[in-house]
């Protein structure tokens, strides 16, 4: 008959620790996970409420510019009226004062033939041609010309000469995106991001609102900002997946997912 030694006192006791030490072993990794996770998300909506905030920013700047440039139209306006009025008021003034001199000498308005011939009527002064006003569709050919040829700040100031003259053409937003790229290209970035704020919040179903989706997230990487920029190409991506952007955005969504 075999006996197995009983145990002892402080075995018995520890039993019961050693399964709570187990599970706890087991539930780290899960632990950990969890953790990360919540981390993640975090990080996440922090860079999300960034991303706000320089939206807010930028919203704040551009109310600012609006405000500018509706002032600088109110005084531009206000002046050619005055140039109008000051140019009617001469054309009456001179009108009576030759209606006076005909009416003083009647024979003014023909002029005398030598050799005593018939007097025949004096020529009329003509009047300055009405200066021809350009269409919508050729101030945005001009502007996209000069763009072409590579003087972005002249292509700008004419681009935005256009939306002033024509803010309800079909041509906005097209033109407001080129304003965008014309910051774009000469490194202002920040005014690239705004600009193209411009085209997504204002022309929300612009043919070009893709595209501005698009180069607003390069000018985010330009500016070492590649999460915002990834924020932004997930959006395009979600919005237009069909589109020649979103193609393009997707490429560069998984190029930045990778350096990650």
């Avoid at 005055?82 to 005909?102: I, N, P, W, Y």
């Avoid at 763009?147 to 053409?169: E, I």
Wanted: charged letters at 25%; hydrophobic letters at 35%.
């Amino acid at each position: 008959m075999l006996f197995y030694p009983e145990p002892s006192v402080s075995e018995t006791a520890m039993k019961p620790y050693r399964f709570f030490i187990l599970a706890i072993l087991l539930l780290l990794p899960s632990c950990a996970q969890n953790l990360q996770n919540q981390i993640d998300d975090q990080g996440r909506a922090i860079t999300i409420l960034q991303r706000k905030n320089q939206e807010l920013d930028r919203s704040l700047r551009r109310l600012r510019d609006d405000f500018e440039n509706d002032m600088e139209k109110l005084r531009y306006d206000m002046k050619t009226m005055r140039s109008v009025s000051d140019q009617k008021v001469q054309q009456d003034a001179g009108g009576m004062e030759v209606q006076g001199e005909a009416a003083a000498q009647p024979d003014a308005a023909f002029e005398s033939v030598p050799g005593g011939g018939a007097p025949v009527p004096a020529p009329r002064q003509m009047r300055p041609a009405t200066p021809v006003t350009l269409t919508d569709k050729d101030m945005y050919n001009q502007s996209y010309a000069v763009y072409s040829g590579g003087d972005y700040a002249k292509s700008r100031k004419m681009f935005n000469d256009f939306l002033k003259t024509h803010p309800g053409s079909q041509l906005a937003a097209s033109a407001q995106y080129w304003i965008a790229s014309t910051h774009f290209k000469e490194g202002q970035y920040e005014e690239a991001i705004s600009a193209c704020d411009d085209v997504i919040k204002k022309y929300p179903q612009g043919n070009k609102t893709p595209d501005a989706y698009y180069l607003q997230a390069l000018a985010f990487c330009e500016i070492k900002d590649s999460t915002t920029a990834q924020i932004i190409l997930e959006d395009l991506i979600q919005k237009y997946p069909n589109s020649e952007a979103g193609n393009a955005g997707k490429q560069k969504y998984e190029e930045l997912k990778s350096k990650n």
